[in-house]
């Protein structure tokens, strides 16, 4: 007799219902693999490269290079101390101030002798 107000259940085939190794939950999950791969080689890793150029040029100025501070201030380096994170800045004719390394942005140009031959 079939009761209006109760549906009949039936059972899942076992094998249908998948086993270690589903292919499609996998394929489910291979497009935000996929974003993640992109992200990985066109936002990632070139901003990585760029942040240990920009470490190395902050690691090896020199007297006569010329920089751009986060602060938007050019200037020209006068002396560097490899003991300090402090670097001695011309911005303008007798006017100098010292600048911390990490501040700097961009090395311009590097014409001149070592900041350290005197």
């Given at each position: 007799?079939?009761?209006?107000?109760?549906?009949?259940?039936?059972?899942?085939?076992?094998?249908?219902?998948?086993?270690?190794?589903?292919?499609?939950?996998?394929?489910?999950?291979?497009?935000?693999?996929?974003?993640?791969?992109?992200?990985?080689?066109?936002?990632?890793?070139?901003?990585?490269?760029?942040?240990?150029?920009?470490?190395?040029?902050?690691?090896?100025?020199?007297?006569?290079?010329?920089?751009?501070?986060?602060?938007?201030?050019?200037?020209?380096?006068?002396?560097?101390?490899?003991?300090?994170?402090?670097?001695?800045?011309?911005?303008?004719?007798?006017?100098?101030?010292?600048?911390?390394?990490?501040?700097?942005?961009?090395?311009?140009?590097?014409?001149?002798?070592?900041?350290?031959?005197s």
């Open positions: 007799m079939n009761n209006i107000l109760f549906s009949t259940a039936y059972a899942a085939d076992a094998g249908a219902a998948g086993g270690a190794f589903n292919s499609a939950a996998l394929m489910q999950y291979a497009p935000i693999v996929l974003v993640f791969i992109v992200f990985y080689f066109l936002l990632i890793r070139p901003q990585q490269k760029r942040q240990r150029e920009l470490r190395e040029q902050q690691g090896n100025l020199r007297r006569g290079d010329r920089i751009l501070t986060a602060g938007g201030i050019l200037g020209t380096v006068q002396n560097t101390r490899e003991d300090s994170q402090e670097v001695d800045v011309e911005i303008a004719p007798g006017v100098k101030v010292k600048v911390i390394r990490s501040t700097i942005t961009n090395v311009l140009s590097r014409e001149g002798k070592a900041a350290n031959d």
